[in-house]
């Protein structure tokens, strides 16, 4: 298998989800839950997973945690033994100021990942400019998937001249767009259609509220006298954490529909306000999104997968009403869930 197969996987467009972290009631590393959670992305069709990323906790960084290496190596080491035919793309979330952000880079490199997703979460005090070239340093140890990150869950507004920047850095291969807004996606795209770099450059949501329509949605900007094309053809998403296979399928339909070419029917829509509504219930929007992380646990722990629904934070729990949500959602749109198909491997995943 060819190095570079990945980056066609990459650009072709795929479902990744951001990798969960499994622990005991202790707040410890449960390692058999957390290579069972791979196995299922893997085994749900997936074509790769972001780890060390928000929803595997920043807390794993913290030095009386010291998480990072071990869950970036285990999820490494299921993917290798999974022997698969198609390149499984491995991620890697990189934080922090500049030193840490290359030596995070460091280990993903060593553990055999192929990018890493950098954040700039924290770092409200730096500059455009800083901000490039710290991406420049950590693009200089792997490739660099880039991250609009929401300002709710730690990010910052960041204008169209950092992202027309970004994209002409030779390492960024990817830019996951998630500022739930509209306005700052745009200003992405938009940024990525003006560079010289535009085709080697992927497009993920990481909207979770509107997944649907950005995977549906075709920009066209002009540039100079020119029209560019350009897609989000894939997602790198939190809610694609939980019932993966059913993503899998819906991110199917999605392509059909976009390859096909003649109009979005209107059950894609009504598709689209369904997804959004199950991850208003994951995410926990009401409650500022402090129950996201324990609302893809809760489903998890639903299906067998976790235990429970612990967070490095004890104060990191589900919001009142939220596992109702939880509930009401997949009680109102089986169709979004995907139970059956856990049931039915969960035993050889947690061999």
């Not at 060593?110 to 400019?129: C, I, R």
């Not at 997949?330 to 869930?337: C, E, I, K, N």
Request: glycine share 8%; with cysteine; hydrophobic share 40%.
């Amino acid at each position: 298998m060819r190095s570079e197969d990945w980056l066609s996987v990459l650009r072709e467009g795929c479902v990744i989800p951001a990798h969960p972290l499994a622990l005991t009631k202790e707040r410890k590393l449960d390692e058999r839950r957390q290579r069972a959670l791979t196995r299922y992305y893997i085994a749900a069709g997936a074509g790769g997973v972001a780890v060390g990323v928000h929803t595997t906790q920043f807390e794993i960084r913290r030095p009386e945690v010291n998480l990072l290496e071990p869950v970036l190596r285990i999820a490494a080491e299921v993917i290798d033994e999974a022997q698969l035919d198609k390149p499984f793309i491995k991620i890697a979330g990189a934080v922090g100021p500049t030193e840490q952000a290359v030596r995070e880079a460091e280990l993903a490199r060593e553990l055999g990942y192929h990018a890493v997703l950098l954040s700039n979460g924290g770092l409200g005090h730096l500059s455009n400019d800083e901000l490039i070239e710290r991406t420049r340093r950590v693009g200089e140890v792997l490739p660099v998937v880039g991250f609009y990150l929401q300002p709710s869950v730690g990010g910052r507004v960041l204008d169209y001249a950092f992202w027309r920047a970004l994209a002409d850095l030779p390492s960024v291969v990817a830019i996951k767009i998630a500022p739930f807004n509209r306005y700052q996606t745009f200003d992405v795209v938009r940024a990525v259609c003006e560079s010289d770099r535009r085709d080697a450059i992927a497009l993920y949501t990481g909207n979770d509220d509107n997944i649907v329509v950005d995977l549906l949605t075709r920009y066209r900007i002009m540039v100079g006298n020119k029209p560019v094309e350009k897609s989000i053809v894939g997602g790198l998403l939190g809610h694609w954490a939980v019932w993966t296979r059913s993503a899998v399928e819906i991110f199917e339909k999605v392509r059909a529909v976009r390859e096909k070419g003649e109009g979005i029917p209107h059950e894609m829509l009504t598709l689209a306000a369904q997804v959004t509504d199950m991850n208003a219930a994951i995410f926990d929007p009401q409650g500022g999104f402090r129950g996201s992380i324990a609302g893809v646990h809760e489903v998890l722990r639903r299906q067998g997968l976790l235990e429970g629904i612990w967070c490095l934070n004890p104060n990191e729990t589900l919001s009142p009403g939220q596992a109702e949500e939880i509930t009401r959602v997949t009680s109102a749109y089986p169709h979004l869930v995907d139970d059956e198909f856990v049931r039915a491997h969960l035993d050889e995943w947690l061999k």
